[in-house]
């Protein structure tokens, strides 16, 4: 087997000559100390230790703490003898006394986890216990850092690199930086003992990180003869995302596997280098790590030129690049190709019908694939803007254009696990910022049509029921064309807003009814009759339960057949003003619609729920919406198409996130406080209208927007302030 603790270098001082039982653990502790003859002595005394045998009993010895380690006696007389010694490096570790378990054994308790031994030690007294673990932690932070041999050679390497002669010598002599078949004792980097970094995310039963590490390479090593790898790489990567010190420990167990492997070019061996492309694509090392796995890729295509080993290190060393940390761990389909070395697929689609299908990899943010869609569809030189949506049946939100694409649509498997709806991206206009530029044959004014049409069956379009029915028959007129007898038609929810026709029928049903006979004769009855005691009264109150279940079934039957024909009167005078339609193109109808659309003072803005809305000057109102807009902001009442309150940009002093779940604006001397669930897309919406506003003053365009000289455009504080009264986020523009 192999001699994993064995450290021979070219320079003398790395050099160790025995193997000894600690080297097993790869970890070199310098300046050993044993125990003293008369040891400088920093605290004493009776504590009771933790005996773990058939029974976990308590034993009290003698305690000694010296400058180097923890010592226990069976007494505090001279000459008495040592059970025990606990050696106190910088990876030791200290639990310290918690009321839980003070509650549950009547003494406070404190943990030492030294590289072989944990001592659980406990004393009735809590300054006590505090005591002996502020000295034992003292000690440990005095210690000098740990380094183990894999960290000391790569430190050889790093300063021979140019020397090929030396290196290859190191990589000779010394077994731990290459392949192995044999298991891994210990990490090849330095972990602390007991470590509790790993507490969070104990619901997934992790041990201490040292032990995963181990586990790790076991892992790797099963790659070799496993029949279907990806699992076992979705499991590595979902570890390194969960204890983040172990991605540079699982690239050392890499570079370690690819390195003087004895079949090279069996699919077996190329399993590492597929996980270690995975790795590249989710995770970057330290520093000196990345130094190291950059040096061994080189090296690698220095030594098998045109090989596939050649191949998947000039893609790792491309993707180290580009590299950010991932908030998922990829998909099952993103590893198959990055384990093929290709791009993914991805669809978009669009307002309407329409999408398009682009290639993507690891690295493709929403940024680029807005822009790349913009190119491929003549848009780039729109004054407006454009975002991605995460989109489902009910619900959509923007994607920051930061954001990575493999990340979302890993996101979308478990949301559709979660919600049971299936999820999609779509591109959509983000920004309206001059609508009368669009052309009337250019796609993008289809955009502005189908989002128009989408505001208004969300009932967001606020609208007598005359425009209503009207837009609902051009809608027809420009899917379907001219009114035929027997042409399909779409169902009333695809051309006017549900949501309203609901809300009509139970107004008219809101009338009280007669209550039954049961319950009439309970209201006259005294209170001691009502609720008599015995069989009787559960008979009784079972009757009543049953009786007003009956009446809610009744009335929602009621419902359902009103809303049927009030929703058959509503299709039918939609069909007779579509008769009235005949001849009128597709693009009649267009701009018919957008016509009516128009006429609303809020066309072109984003309306958000707020739920609540405080001013300065006292005034409350609930249920609003918060209309984001290329010139102002304003406030209206929901179904109502006059602003209660429009601010333009040029007098708004500072915008942002107050708290969890507050918006506030302040507009000159006035604060204005929202409490929604959009928070964060209502900042990165006036973001872009102000880079936006920016990006036009820069090229000298009349932005219609008056902004003072001191206003410092596209930031949270648009005025001069002495200091930030906001939380301030970045800004993320499209």
């Not at 069976?74 to 990876?91: F, Y």
């Not at 894999?150 to 002599?173: C, G, H, M, S, W």
């Not at 299936?422 to 989002?451: G, N, R």
Request: glycine share 6%.
């Amino acid at each position: 087997m192999e001699q994993m603790g064995l450290v021979a270098l070219a320079m003398p001082r790395h050099t160790v000559s025995e193997v000894s039982e600690e080297m097993k653990s790869l970890i070199i502790e310098k300046n050993k100390m044993g125990l003293e003859e008369e040891p400088e002595l920093l605290v004493k005394g009776w504590l009771l230790r933790e005996v773990r045998g058939t029974w976990i009993k308590q034993r009290r010895y003698w305690f000694v703490l010296s400058q180097d380690s923890l010592d226990y006696y069976s007494g505090p007389e001279k000459g008495a003898r040592r059970l025990g010694t606990l050696v106190l490096t910088n990876l030791c570790s200290v639990i310290w006394p918690d009321k839980q378990t003070y509650k549950e054994t009547g003494f406070w308790s404190i943990t030492v986890y030294g590289r072989k031994h944990c001592y659980r030690l406990y004393t009735k007294h809590f300054n006590e216990a505090v005591h002996w673990a502020c000295a034992i932690q003292k000690i440990i932070d005095t210690k000098a850092p740990v380094e183990t041999p894999t960290q000391l050679l790569i430190r050889d390497i790093e300063e021979n690199k140019f020397n090929p002669e030396v290196v290859e010598n190191t990589y000779q002599r010394n077994p731990i930086l290459r392949y192995t078949q044999g298991p891994l004792y210990a990490p090849l980097l330095p972990f602390p003992y007991g470590s509790l970094e790993h507490t969070y995310h104990s619901g997934k039963g992790y041990g201490s990180v040292r032990e995963e590490a181990v586990k790790l390479f076991n892992c790797l090593q099963q790659l070799e003869s496993a029949r279907e790898p990806i699992p076992i790489i979705q499991g590595v990567l979902q570890t390194c995302l969960d204890l983040r010190p172990l991605r540079d420990e699982v690239y050392c167990q890499l570079v370690k596997q690819t390195s003087y492997t004895p079949a090279p070019y069996t699919a077996a061996h190329l399993r590492y280098w597929q996980l270690l492309t995975c790795m590249s694509c989710t995770f970057l090392p330290g520093t000196t790590v990345l130094k190291y796995l950059r040096f061994h890729l080189k090296r690698i295509q220095s030594q098998s030129p045109e090989s596939e080993m050649d191949n998947y290190a000039s893609f790792i060393s491309e993707a180290l690049e580009k590299t950010k940390c991932r908030e998922c761990v990829p998909s099952w389909e993103e590893i198959q190709m990055l384990m093929s070395r290709q791009e993914m697929l991805c669809t978009v689609h669009y307002p309407g019908p329409g999408s398009c299908q682009l290639y993507i990899s690891s690295h493709t943010t929403a940024n680029e694939v807005v822009r790349r869609i913009q190119e491929k569809l003549g848009l780039q030189d729109s004054k407006n803007t454009f975002a991605l949506y995460e989109q489902n049946a009910l619900w959509e939100q923007p994607v920051t254009g930061n954001a990575l694409m493999a990340d979302i649509l890993t996101s979308f498997s478990t949301k559709e696990s979660e919600t049971k709806s299936q999820w999609k991206l779509c591109f959509k206009l983000y920004c309206l910022l001059d609508a009368d530029s669009i052309s009337v044959d250019s796609i993008e004014y289809l955009f502005l049509f189908e989002q128009c049409h989408d505001m208004v069956l969300r009932g967001q379009l606020p609208a007598c029921e005359e425009d209503l029915q009207a837009l609902a028959a051009l809608r027809l007129q420009c899917i379907v064309g001219d009114f035929r007898a027997h042409a399909p038609c779409p169902s009333l929810d695809e051309l006017f807003p549900s949501d309203m026709l609901e809300a009509r029928v139970i107004m008219s049903l809101s009338a009280p009814q007669a209550l039954p006979p049961c319950q009439v004769a309970a209201q006259g009855c005294p209170t001691t009759q009502r609720f008599t005691s015995g069989l009787l009264a559960g008979t009784l109150w079972s009757h009543m339960s049953t009786a007003v279940h009956k009446q809610k079934v009744e009335q929602d039957m009621r419902l359902r057949s009103r809303l049927k024909e009030e929703s058959a009167t509503v299709m039918g005078s939609i069909l007779e003003r579509w008769k009235g339609l005949t001849g009128y193109s597709r693009r009649d109808s267009m701009a018919a619609y957008l016509t009516i659309v128009r006429q609303w003072s809020g066309f072109g803005c984003t309306l958000y729920e707020v739920d609540f809305y405080i001013s300065s000057t006292g005034s409350i109102s609930q249920k609003l919406w918060l209309g984001v807009a290329a010139t102002s902001v304003s406030l209206y009442r929901q179904g109502e198409a006059e602003a209660l309150e429009s601010y333009p940009y040029g007098q708004i002093c500072s915008y942002g996130i107050s708290d969890s779940n507050t918006f506030k604006i302040t507009a000159g001397d006035r604060d204005l406080l929202f409490e929604t669930t959009k928070l964060t897309e209502i900042m990165q919406l006036m973001n872009a209208y102000f880079s936006a506003i920016r990006h036009q003053r820069g090229k000298g365009e009349d932005a219609d927007i008056t902004i003072a000289e001191s206003t410092e455009v596209g930031f949270h504080h648009l005025a001069t302030t002495p200091t930030p009264t906001l939380l301030e986020l970045p800004s993320h523009p499209v």
